[in-house]
C-alpha cells in the first residue's frame, strides 16, 4: 500500500558520494536459475574474488532471506512476486550505499526481473542466467527438493510444478554441467570489464580457469560436488 501523504527527502551524501569512497561502481549482478543449478555455489566463488579485488560487496541468498526479512512469504506466484520485489528493494538500497551486490534467487518470473532491473540506473543490472539443464539439477539435488516435489511432498517447485522463465537477453549465459565454478567466476570477471566496472589489468590477474580473457574452456563440473539431501525439506529459494 502506498501513501500520498509521503515526501521523498534527499541526502546530503548522494551514491556517488558513497561509491567514490569505495573507489568502485556499485551494481546488482542477479543470478536466477534452477534450484541446484549453482546460484549460491558461483555467487559465492565471485563474492570471493571480488573482495580479492578489494571490491565491496553484499551477497543476498535466497535461502537466508526467506529466513529473515522475509520469512513470512510462502512459494505461490503472489508470494514469488514479493519476495522479488522486496529483494529488489533491498539491493537498491545497497547500490545506493555503494556496493557491488550480487543476489541469488530462482527468481523464475520474467516480470519481476524486469521491474527489479527498472528500479535502478541503466546499466546497473547484470542478469546472469544459470542455464544448467533440469537434469543436471536434479540429478544433484544439493538439498533433496526435487525427490520431494516428484514425490508429491511439495508443491509449488520450480521446475517441476511451477514455472521457470527463461530469460530473454541474459548478460551472462552458465552452464555449470560443463563449466567449472572458476570458470564461470571468470565469464563474470569478463563481463564486468566489458562494462566498465572493473579495471583489466587488476581482474585479468585475478582470472584462474582460462587464459585470462574469460575465454576459459568448458571443464568437467567437479564431481566431488555433487552432494546429498541434506536441508530443510520447506525452504526453496527464489
Ligand atoms: N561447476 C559448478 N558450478 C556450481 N555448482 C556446481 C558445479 N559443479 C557441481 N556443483 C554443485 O551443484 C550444486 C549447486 O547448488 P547451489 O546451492 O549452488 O544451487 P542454487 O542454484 O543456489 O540452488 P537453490 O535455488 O536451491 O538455492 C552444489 O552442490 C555444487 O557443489
Ligand atoms: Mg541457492
Not at 549482478?29 to 578489494?54: H, M, P, Y
Given at each position: 500500500m502506498t501513501t500520498s501523504n509521503t515526501v521523498w527527502h534527499d541526502a546530503a551524501v548522494t551514491k556517488q558520494h558513497r561509491a567514490a569512497h569505495k573507489a568502485q561502481i556499485p551494481c546488482i549482478?542477479?543470478?536466477?536459475?534452477?534450484?541446484?543449478?549453482?546460484?549460491?555455489?558461483?555467487?559465492?566463488?565471485?563474492?570471493?574474488?571480488?573482495?580479492?579485488?578489494?571490491q565491496h560487496t553484499y551477497l543476498l541468498d535466497g535461502d537466508n532471506v526467506r529466513q529473515g526479512l522475509n520469512k513470512d512469504l510462502g512459494f505461490s506466484d503472489q508470494d514469488r512476486i514479493e519476495n522479488i520485489r522486496r529483494i529488489g528493494e533491498t539491493a537498491k538500497l545497497f547500490v545506493d550505499?555503494?556496493?557491488?551486490?550480487?543476489?541469488?534467487?530462482?527468481?523464475?518470473?520474467?516480470?519481476?526481473?524486469?521491474?527489479?532491473?527498472?528500479?535502478?540506473?541503466?546499466?546497473?543490472?547484470?542478469?546472469?542466467?544459470?542455464?544448467?539443464?533440469?537434469s543436471t539439477c536434479e540429478q544433484r539435488d544439493p538439498k533433496g527438493l526435487y525427490k520431494k516435489a516428484r514425490a508429491g511432498e511439495i508443491r509449488n517447485f520450480t521446475g517441476i510444478d511451477s514455472d521457470y522463465e527463461a530469460p530473454e537477453h541474459p548478460d551472462v549465459v552458465l552452464d555449470t554441467s560443463s563449466m567449472s565454478v572458476d570458470c564461470c567466476v571468470d565469464h563474470i570477471l569478463d563481463h564486468l570489464i566489458q562494462r566498465g566496472i572493473l579495471t583489466a589489468v587488476s581482474a585479468r590477474a585475478r582470472m584462474k580457469a582460462g587464459n585470462n580473457s574469460g575465454g576459459c574452456n568448458k571443464a568437467e563440473a567437479d564431481p566431488a560436488n555433487k552432494t546429498a539431501g541434506s536441508g530443510k525439506p520447506s525452504e526453496r529459494a527464489g
Open positions: 549482478i542477479w543470478f536466477t536459475g534452477l534450484s541446484g543449478s549453482g546460484k549460491s555455489t558461483v555467487a559465492n566463488a565471485l563474492e570471493q574474488r571480488l573482495a580479492d579485488l578489494s550505499a555503494g556496493l557491488i551486490v550480487i543476489t541469488a534467487f530462482i527468481s523464475p518470473f520474467k516480470a519481476e526481473r524486469r521491474m527489479v532491473r527498472q528500479l535502478v540506473e541503466a546499466g546497473e543490472f547484470i542478469e546472469v542466467y544459470m542455464g544448467t539443464p533440469l
